[in-house]
């Protein structure tokens, strides 16, 4: 039963450039949130895409855009890229939408 | 988080000894309450989750308990042991069914168990 998988494990990106971020969810969930996690800090919920439509959002500029395709897999894009923008990048499945989320090993992006 | 409150930051504990982890959440509608552990470069590992119609939930040396009238629930570890050295974050959704899905994260304690 594969878990969670993304890709890449580890970016390094300058100012100002474009990023794309892959996820594929664990076997049977068709539903796929994104979180980033600054260094010493917990998770914080970027969107989430279900039936390949964005579900929800949180509060992050339009720069962060998403996509989900049919067979669930997910997309995070994150254009004009800022420094602070560097942090670990989660993506959590779950079936339904529902609360259980289960998590990706995170993809590490460095913006210099 | 939000809306979650986790403390300690950090915890310093003998192995054997028992660790608790405290969070508080603000919407009263939550329901879903679970416990994540992270590692060193590692991902947030789901080890136990409970919902708000249950007060106590455990398994092995891990328990959460909730107390929805004062909005708080707890993570117990028994018999710590080194390896249990990690980060844990507590979450809780948001109220409401149009969040399904979300979790708001507490800031993390740091637990380390010393031999």
Known sequence: DAGVTQSPTHLIKTRGQQVTLRCSPKSGHDTVSWYQQALGQGPQFIFQYYEEEERQRGNFPDRFSGHQFPNYSSELNVNALLLGDSALYLCASSLNRGHTQYFGPGTRLTVL | ?115
Request: glycine share 8%.
């Open chain 2, 1 to 115: 988080g939000e809306n979650v409150e986790q403390h300690p930051s950090t915890l310093s504990v003998q192995e054997g000894d028992s660790a608790v982890i405290k969070c508080t959440y603000s919407d009263s509608a939550s329901n879903y309450f679970p416990w994540y552990k992270q590692e060193l470069g590692k991902r947030p590992q789901l080890i136990i989750d409970i919902r708000s119609n249950v007060g106590e939930k455990k398994d092995q040396r891990i328990a959460v308990t909730l107390n929805k009238t004062a909005k708080h629930f707890s993570l117990h570890i028994t018999e710590t042991q080194p390896e249990d050295s990690a980060v844990y974050f507590c979450a809780a959704p948001p109220g409401g069914g149009s969040t399904l899905g979300r979790l708001y994260f507490g800031r993390g304690t740091q637990l380390t168990v010393w031999p």
